[in-house]
């Protein structure tokens, strides 16, 4: 079964500066996508970014960038220039490419505080 | 365009009763899933719909949980009786179809809590 790991519960980043979230996971497919989600206080699950397996270019979105290490199974989110409107919950999840469902798998998330 | 509009925003029943949920997907969305998100930890599916068909409802507690998607279009998710381990975030998503390309979309969630 998949599996997605977030060992970080909290994390904390002053304005302005860089944090990296860390997510590992596990499974045996060989094509799948993985996902980085922002929930903010409104508990609106919003797509940060996305990765696709087969690819080995990494991911960037202005300020948000991931560090995907498929051997090694890792997928990291890295945000620059941390913003106040940065703070919130961050989901790493992952999905099977071409499966019968294509559900989301999470992680139990990390919360992100910005310090001014 | 429109989201994806949930209703109620919140709701606090005792253990027993029963609750239903509402959701309305993005126009033309094929594809409807059900999470629930217990505090502390990532979402969950329950539910996945493509048009009125089920197509995964493995996580879903049978016995209690129901739901259903008339005309391919609105989902409501029911319970009945609730039970304490019910308190969670119920969120409905949507995407266009059920590929794995396709982005969900999230509402903004029901939070039920069970006393």
């Known amino acids: 079964a998949q599996t997605v790991t977030q060992s970080q519960p909290e994390m904390s980043v002053q304005e302005a500066e860089t944090v990296t979230l860390s997510c590992t996971y596990d499974?045996?497919?060989?094509?799948?996508?993985l996902f980085w989600y922002k929930q903010p206080p409104s508990r609106q699950m919003i797509l940060v970014i996305r990765?696709?397996?087969?690819?080995?270019q990494n991911a960037t979105e202005n300020r948000f960038s991931v560090n995907f290490q498929k051997a090694a199974k890792s997928f990291s989110l890295k945000i620059s220039d941390s913003q106040l409107g940065d703070a919130a919950m961050y989901f790493c999840a992952y999905r099977i490419y071409g499966g019968a469902t294509n559900k989301l798998i999470f992680g139990t998330g990390t919360l992100l505080a910005v310090q001014p | 365009e429109a989201g994806v509009a949930q209703s109620p925003r919140y709701k606090i029943i005792e253990k027993r009763q029963s609750v239903a949920f509402w959701c309305n997907p993005i126009s033309g969305h094929a594809t409807l899933y059900w999470y629930q998100q217990i505090l502390g930890q990532g979402p969950k599916l329950l539910i996945q719909?493509?048009?009125?068909?089920?197509?995964?409802d493995s996580q879903l507690p049978k016995d209690r949980f129901s739901a259903e998607r008339l005309k391919g279009v609105d989902s409501t998710l029911k319970i009945q009786p609730a039970k304490l381990e019910d308190s969670a975030v119920y969120l409905c998503a949507s995407s266009l179809d059920l590929g794995a390309t396709y982005e969900q979309y999230f509402g903004p969630g029901t939070r039920l809590t069970v006393t």
């Open positions: 719909f493509q048009n009125n068909g089920v197509v995964d």
């Open positions: 990765q696709e397996a087969y690819k080995q």
């Open positions: 499974t045996s497919e060989s094509d799948y996508y």
